[in-house]
T-cell receptor, first 112, second 115 residues
Framework: QKEVEQNSGPLSVPEGAIASLNCTYS??????FFWYRQYSGKSPELIMS????GDKEDGRFTAQLNKASQYVSLLIRDSQPSDSATYLC????????????FGTGTRLTIIP | SAVISQKPSRDICQRGTSLTIQCQVD?????MFWYRQQPGQSLTLIAT?????????ESGFVIDKFPISRPNLTFSTLTVSNMSPEDSSIYLC????????????FGPGTRLTVL
């Protein structure tokens, strides 16, 4: 079992709709969870971090964490063509361990 | 977040040669990391660059192949030695942010092609 799993996509979403990206992780003691956006040919950009169960909202982005289910998701509301990118889920296993483990990423395409 | 720069941004190298990649941060940071992203793949941690001591390498990566220096809290280098086409990748440095959270921020990357 991979440590961090994501559907590779591609995921196609109409402009203006909600894009839902999912990630599961295997290490139950993981503490910190991150979503990175990576445009083609560019480096990953941190867009959301979440540490506690529940939802965290930032603009059009909402991160959701469910530690019991070992599941973290990212919702993008009012999707725009500029949201088309690969979204990487990353997990830090425990406090004091600084090594991020990345999922393989989900390629998202917003259709105008 | 800190501003991170990398040099070179890209290079094309011949098999058997070595390339040194530089990572510069505009503020002092406690932790710096080097990652590799092979074509179409996700990111893999190569090593943690430790200031004033030897880097900590992940499984599958060795110092002879990927020597790392970190002379101070704002600068690190990664050398890719005796390159082969399999080393063609994007190499990224990242730094831990200054907030209490464990956020990491990436430099722009170095795209390496080995012929």
């Amino acid at each position: 079992q991979k440590e961090v799993e994501q559907n590779s996509g591609p995921l196609s979403v109409p402009e203006g709709a909600i894009a839902s990206l999912n990630c599961t992780y295997s290490d139950r003691v993981s503490q910190s969870f991150f979503w990175y956006r990576q445009y083609s040919g560019k480096s990953p950009e941190l867009i959301m971090s979440i540490y506690s169960n529940g939802d965290k909202e930032d603009g059009r982005f909402t991160a959701q964490l469910n530690k019991a289910s070992q599941y973290v998701s990212l919702l993008i509301r009012d999707s725009q063509p500029s949201d088309s990118a690969t979204y990487l889920c990353a997990v830090l296993p425990k406090i004091g361990n600084e090594k991020l483990t990345f999922g393989t990423g989900t390629r998202l395409t917003i259709i105008p | 977040s800190a501003v991170i720069s990398q040099k070179p941004s890209r290079d094309i190298c011949q098999r058997g040669t070595s390339l040194t990649i530089q990572c510069q941060v505009d503020s002092q940071v406690t932790m710096m990391f080097w990652y590799r992203q092979q074509p179409g793949q996700s990111l893999t941690l190569i090593a943690t660059a430790n200031q004033g001591s030897e880097a900590t390498y992940e499984s599958g990566f060795v110092i002879d192949k990927f020597p790392i220096s970190r002379p101070n809290l704002t600068f690190s280098t990664l050398t890719v030695s005796n390159m082969s086409p399999e080393d063609s990748s994007i190499y990224l440095c990242s730094v831990k942010g200054t907030r209490a959270y464990n956020e990491q921020f990436f430099g722009p990357g170095t795209r390496l092609t080995v012929l």
